[in-house]
Protein backbone atom coordinates (compact mmCIF):
# COMPACT_ATOMS: atom_id res chain seq x y z
CA UNK A 1 0.00 0.00 0.00
CA UNK A 2 1.31 3.35 -1.47
CA UNK A 3 2.00 6.27 1.67
CA UNK A 4 0.66 8.59 0.19
CA UNK A 5 -2.54 6.85 -0.94
CA UNK A 6 -3.12 6.45 3.18
CA UNK A 7 -2.55 9.98 3.32
CA UNK A 8 -4.90 11.26 0.64
CA UNK A 9 -7.22 9.30 1.77
CA UNK A 10 -6.91 10.02 5.32
CA UNK A 11 -7.21 14.35 4.39
CA UNK A 12 -10.58 13.26 3.03
CA UNK A 13 -12.40 11.04 5.50
CA UNK A 14 -11.40 14.46 7.43
CA UNK A 15 -13.40 16.64 5.66
CA UNK A 16 -16.37 14.00 5.03
CA UNK A 17 -18.97 16.28 6.63
CA UNK A 18 -17.57 19.22 4.88
CA UNK A 19 -17.44 17.63 1.33
CA UNK A 20 -20.78 15.90 1.87
CA UNK A 21 -22.43 19.23 3.21
CA UNK A 22 -21.01 21.05 -0.03
CA UNK A 23 -22.57 18.82 -2.24
CA UNK A 24 -25.68 18.54 -0.37
CA UNK A 25 -25.85 22.58 -0.74
CA UNK A 26 -25.23 22.59 -4.51
CA UNK A 27 -28.12 19.76 -4.56
CA UNK A 28 -30.69 21.71 -2.95
CA UNK A 29 -29.99 24.64 -5.10
CA UNK A 30 -30.42 22.28 -8.13
CA UNK A 31 -33.44 20.26 -7.38
CA UNK A 32 -35.19 22.72 -4.43
CA UNK A 33 -38.40 21.11 -5.11
CA UNK A 34 -37.25 17.26 -4.86
CA UNK A 35 -34.42 17.16 -2.49
CA UNK A 36 -34.59 19.74 -0.46
CA UNK A 37 -37.65 18.04 1.48
CA UNK A 38 -35.12 15.05 1.45
CA UNK A 39 -32.12 16.68 3.03
CA UNK A 40 -31.54 15.64 6.17
CA UNK A 41 -32.36 12.10 4.93
CA UNK A 42 -29.49 12.39 2.14
CA UNK A 43 -26.90 14.09 3.78
CA UNK A 44 -26.25 10.94 6.24
CA UNK A 45 -25.69 9.03 3.15
CA UNK A 46 -23.67 11.62 1.18
CA UNK A 47 -21.21 11.32 4.19
CA UNK A 48 -20.80 7.41 3.88
CA UNK A 49 -20.28 7.79 -0.06
CA UNK A 50 -17.55 10.16 0.87
CA UNK A 51 -16.41 7.68 3.38
CA UNK A 52 -16.46 5.18 0.89
CA UNK A 53 -14.19 6.76 -1.58
CA UNK A 54 -11.73 7.49 0.58
CA UNK A 55 -11.50 4.16 1.79
CA UNK A 56 -11.59 2.74 -1.76
CA UNK A 57 -7.80 4.23 -2.17
CA UNK A 58 -6.19 2.08 -0.05
CA UNK A 59 -8.69 -1.13 -0.23
CA UNK A 60 -7.91 -3.92 -2.26
CA UNK A 61 -9.74 -4.63 -5.88
CA UNK A 62 -11.90 -7.51 -4.23
CA UNK A 63 -13.11 -5.62 -1.33
CA UNK A 64 -13.53 -1.86 -2.68
CA UNK A 65 -15.85 -3.75 -4.91
CA UNK A 66 -17.67 -5.97 -2.31
CA UNK A 67 -17.78 -2.27 -0.53
CA UNK A 68 -18.86 -0.33 -3.13
CA UNK A 69 -21.97 -2.65 -4.19
CA UNK A 70 -23.35 -3.17 -0.61
CA UNK A 71 -23.75 0.73 -0.44
CA UNK A 72 -24.73 1.10 -3.94
CA UNK A 73 -27.53 -1.68 -3.82
CA UNK A 74 -28.84 -0.26 0.02
CA UNK A 75 -28.20 3.20 -0.88
CA UNK A 76 -29.82 3.19 -4.19
CA UNK A 77 -33.28 1.27 -2.67
CA UNK A 78 -33.25 4.14 -0.07
CA UNK A 79 -33.34 7.08 -2.50
CA UNK A 80 -36.09 5.12 -4.64
CA UNK A 81 -38.38 4.33 -1.68
CA UNK A 82 -37.96 8.13 -0.66
CA UNK A 83 -39.19 9.14 -4.05
CA UNK A 84 -35.78 10.42 -5.54
CA UNK A 85 -35.07 10.58 -9.04
CA UNK A 86 -32.51 8.49 -10.56
CA UNK A 87 -31.57 11.89 -12.37
CA UNK A 88 -31.33 13.78 -9.79
CA UNK A 89 -29.02 11.21 -8.14
CA UNK A 90 -26.63 10.98 -10.89
CA UNK A 91 -26.09 14.78 -11.09
CA UNK A 92 -24.41 14.47 -7.99
CA UNK A 93 -21.68 11.99 -9.71
CA UNK A 94 -19.68 15.00 -11.11
CA UNK A 95 -19.92 16.79 -8.05
CA UNK A 96 -17.98 14.09 -6.45
CA UNK A 97 -15.15 13.65 -8.96
CA UNK A 98 -15.09 18.07 -8.80
CA UNK A 99 -14.95 18.00 -4.85
CA UNK A 100 -12.95 15.37 -3.79
CA UNK A 101 -10.91 15.69 -7.24
CA UNK A 102 -9.83 19.07 -5.48
CA UNK A 103 -8.92 17.11 -1.90
CA UNK A 104 -6.74 14.92 -4.13
CA UNK A 105 -5.00 17.56 -6.02
CA UNK A 106 -4.16 19.63 -3.23
CA UNK A 107 -2.67 16.92 -1.62
CA UNK A 108 -1.30 15.55 -4.03
CA UNK A 109 0.87 19.30 -3.76
CA UNK A 110 1.69 19.34 -0.54
CA UNK A 111 3.14 15.27 -1.21
CA UNK A 112 4.86 16.88 -3.96
CA UNK A 113 3.62 13.14 -5.90
CA UNK A 114 4.83 12.34 -9.26
CA UNK A 115 2.60 13.05 -12.12
CA UNK A 116 2.40 8.75 -11.79
CA UNK A 117 1.68 8.94 -8.57
CA UNK A 118 -1.20 11.63 -9.06
CA UNK A 119 -2.76 9.54 -12.14
CA UNK A 120 -3.32 6.73 -10.14
CA UNK A 121 -5.12 8.21 -7.31
CA UNK A 122 -7.64 10.21 -9.78
CA UNK A 123 -7.99 7.26 -11.47
CA UNK A 124 -8.60 5.16 -8.60
CA UNK A 125 -11.24 7.68 -7.76
CA UNK A 126 -12.25 7.56 -11.02
CA UNK A 127 -13.04 4.25 -11.33
CA UNK A 128 -14.83 3.39 -8.06
CA UNK A 129 -17.33 6.50 -9.30
CA UNK A 130 -18.23 4.67 -12.00
CA UNK A 131 -18.61 1.42 -9.97
CA UNK A 132 -20.80 3.21 -7.38
CA UNK A 133 -22.86 4.57 -10.63
CA UNK A 134 -23.77 0.95 -11.50
CA UNK A 135 -24.56 -0.22 -8.27
CA UNK A 136 -26.93 2.61 -7.12
CA UNK A 137 -28.53 2.38 -10.30
CA UNK A 138 -29.67 -0.99 -10.09
CA UNK A 139 -31.85 -0.57 -6.92
CA UNK A 140 -33.41 2.32 -9.04
CA UNK A 141 -34.37 0.38 -11.90
CA UNK A 142 -35.87 -2.84 -9.62
CA UNK A 143 -37.99 -0.80 -7.58
CA UNK A 144 -39.78 1.12 -10.68
CA UNK A 145 -40.51 -2.25 -11.85
CA UNK A 146 -41.60 -3.62 -8.72
CA UNK A 147 -44.13 -0.28 -8.61
CA UNK A 148 -45.13 -0.79 -12.48
CA UNK A 149 -45.52 -4.60 -11.68
CA UNK A 150 -48.20 -3.23 -8.66
CA UNK A 151 -49.32 -1.23 -10.67
CA UNK A 152 -50.14 -3.78 -13.24
CA UNK A 153 -51.37 -6.17 -11.08
CA UNK A 154 -53.93 -4.11 -9.38
CA UNK A 155 -55.33 -2.65 -12.59
CA UNK A 156 -55.79 -6.24 -13.65
CA UNK A 157 -57.54 -7.39 -10.55
CA UNK A 158 -59.70 -4.39 -11.30
CA UNK A 159 -60.45 -5.96 -14.68
CA UNK A 160 -61.71 -9.10 -12.94
CA UNK A 161 -64.50 -8.00 -10.81
CA UNK A 162 -66.91 -11.12 -9.57
CA UNK A 163 -69.97 -8.99 -8.82
CA UNK A 164 -72.45 -11.40 -6.49
CA UNK A 165 -76.16 -11.25 -7.54
CA UNK A 166 -78.00 -13.16 -5.33
CA UNK A 167 -77.19 -15.66 -2.68
CA UNK A 168 -75.39 -18.44 -4.93
CA UNK A 169 -75.30 -16.56 -8.15
CA UNK A 170 -72.03 -14.28 -9.46
CA UNK A 171 -71.44 -12.65 -12.43
CA UNK A 172 -67.98 -11.79 -13.56
CA UNK A 173 -68.33 -8.99 -16.44
CA UNK A 174 -65.23 -9.56 -18.84
CA UNK A 175 -64.17 -6.25 -21.13
CA UNK A 176 -61.42 -6.03 -23.50
CA UNK A 177 -59.36 -8.86 -24.81
CA UNK A 178 -58.29 -11.72 -23.08
CA UNK A 179 -54.10 -12.35 -22.88
CA UNK A 180 -52.37 -15.24 -20.61
CA UNK A 181 -51.14 -12.87 -17.69
CA UNK A 182 -55.26 -12.38 -17.43
CA UNK A 183 -56.55 -15.60 -18.42
CA UNK A 184 -54.54 -16.82 -15.01
CA UNK A 185 -55.89 -14.31 -13.43
CA UNK A 186 -59.48 -14.97 -14.74
CA UNK A 187 -59.35 -18.50 -13.63
CA UNK A 188 -58.08 -17.59 -10.00
CA UNK A 189 -60.57 -14.77 -9.19
CA UNK A 190 -63.72 -16.80 -10.50
CA UNK A 191 -62.59 -20.11 -8.44
CA UNK A 192 -61.38 -18.05 -5.23
CA UNK A 193 -64.68 -16.22 -5.35
CA UNK A 194 -66.65 -18.81 -6.07
CA UNK A 195 -65.68 -20.74 -2.90
CA UNK A 196 -65.72 -17.93 -0.95
CA UNK A 197 -69.23 -16.50 -1.72
CA UNK A 198 -70.25 -20.45 -1.66
CA UNK A 199 -71.80 -20.38 -5.53
CA UNK A 200 -73.86 -22.68 -6.81
CA UNK A 201 -74.38 -20.14 -10.37
CA UNK A 202 -71.45 -18.65 -12.18
CA UNK A 203 -71.74 -16.10 -14.97
CA UNK A 204 -68.89 -15.23 -17.47
CA UNK A 205 -70.36 -12.57 -19.51
CA UNK A 206 -68.65 -11.58 -22.36
CA UNK A 207 -70.34 -8.47 -23.92
CA UNK A 208 -67.22 -6.49 -23.40
CA UNK A 209 -64.79 -8.80 -25.35
CA UNK A 210 -64.27 -7.74 -28.98
CA UNK A 211 -63.13 -11.02 -30.16
CA UNK A 212 -63.32 -14.71 -29.39
CA UNK A 213 -60.46 -16.91 -31.05
CA UNK A 214 -59.53 -20.44 -30.54
CA UNK A 215 -57.22 -19.28 -27.80
CA UNK A 216 -59.63 -17.12 -25.98
CA UNK A 217 -62.11 -19.92 -26.44
CA UNK A 218 -59.55 -22.27 -24.71
CA UNK A 219 -59.16 -20.52 -21.54
CA UNK A 220 -63.08 -19.88 -20.82
CA UNK A 221 -63.29 -23.95 -21.69
CA UNK A 222 -60.29 -24.01 -18.50
CA UNK A 223 -62.28 -21.74 -16.37
CA UNK A 224 -65.77 -23.62 -16.94
CA UNK A 225 -64.17 -27.37 -16.59
CA UNK A 226 -62.10 -25.69 -13.40
CA UNK A 227 -65.53 -24.67 -11.66
CA UNK A 228 -67.51 -27.76 -12.48
CA UNK A 229 -64.75 -29.47 -10.58
CA UNK A 230 -66.14 -27.48 -7.63
CA UNK A 231 -69.40 -28.35 -7.84
CA UNK A 232 -70.78 -24.79 -9.62
CA UNK A 233 -72.62 -24.65 -12.65
CA UNK A 234 -70.84 -21.91 -14.66
CA UNK A 235 -72.56 -20.41 -18.38
CA UNK A 236 -71.23 -17.91 -20.69
CA UNK A 237 -73.09 -15.22 -21.66
CA UNK A 238 -73.29 -12.20 -24.03
CA UNK A 239 -72.71 -14.26 -27.59
CA UNK A 240 -73.43 -11.72 -30.01
CA UNK A 241 -74.38 -12.70 -33.71
CA UNK A 242 -70.65 -11.69 -34.65
CA UNK A 243 -69.13 -13.48 -31.93
CA UNK A 244 -71.38 -16.50 -32.68
CA UNK A 245 -70.16 -16.21 -36.47
CA UNK A 246 -66.99 -16.48 -35.73
CA UNK A 247 -67.14 -19.59 -33.35
CA UNK A 248 -68.52 -21.31 -36.09
CA UNK A 249 -66.14 -20.62 -38.91
CA UNK A 250 -63.19 -21.44 -36.59
CA UNK A 251 -65.00 -24.89 -35.65
CA UNK A 252 -64.76 -24.19 -31.98
CA UNK A 253 -67.00 -26.07 -30.55
CA UNK A 254 -68.54 -24.87 -27.02
CA UNK A 255 -69.97 -28.47 -26.51
CA UNK A 256 -71.56 -28.64 -23.18
CA UNK A 257 -71.44 -25.35 -22.18
CA UNK A 258 -74.42 -23.19 -21.87
CA UNK A 259 -74.13 -20.21 -23.92
CA UNK A 260 -76.35 -17.58 -24.04
CA UNK A 261 -76.97 -14.19 -26.24
CA UNK A 262 -77.40 -11.74 -22.64
CA UNK A 263 -77.17 -11.78 -18.79
CA UNK A 264 -80.52 -11.46 -18.95
CA UNK A 265 -81.01 -15.01 -20.57
CA UNK A 266 -78.58 -16.61 -18.30
CA UNK A 267 -79.98 -15.36 -15.15
CA UNK A 268 -83.57 -16.22 -16.24
CA UNK A 269 -82.06 -20.05 -17.18
CA UNK A 270 -81.56 -20.15 -13.10
CA UNK A 271 -84.72 -19.15 -12.20
CA UNK A 272 -84.44 -14.96 -11.76
CA UNK A 273 -85.68 -12.45 -13.81
CA UNK A 274 -84.30 -9.70 -14.70
CA UNK A 275 -86.01 -6.70 -12.59
CA UNK A 276 -84.42 -8.29 -9.43
CA UNK A 277 -81.28 -7.96 -10.18
CA UNK A 278 -81.74 -4.32 -11.08
Known amino acids: MNDYMVRISKKILEQKEELAQKITDEQNKRYPDEL ?15 T ?25 RKCAEMNATLDAMLNEVPQYRHFIGEVVQEEGIHLNLSLSEFYHAI ?31 AMMELSVPVVPIVEGVAVLPVVGTIDTYRAKLLLEHALEQSVQLKLSYFVLDLSGVPIID ?3 AQ ?11 IGVDAMVSGITPDIAQTVVNLGINFGQTKTFSSLQQALGNIGLNFQSVQ
Open 36 to 50: LPMAESLYPLRIELV
Open 52 to 76: LYANSLILEESERTRQVEEWGLQSG
Open 123 to 153: SLLDRTVNEVVYYFSLPFVNFHSEQIEQSRN
Open 214 to 216: TYV
Open 219 to 229: QLFQIIDSLKL
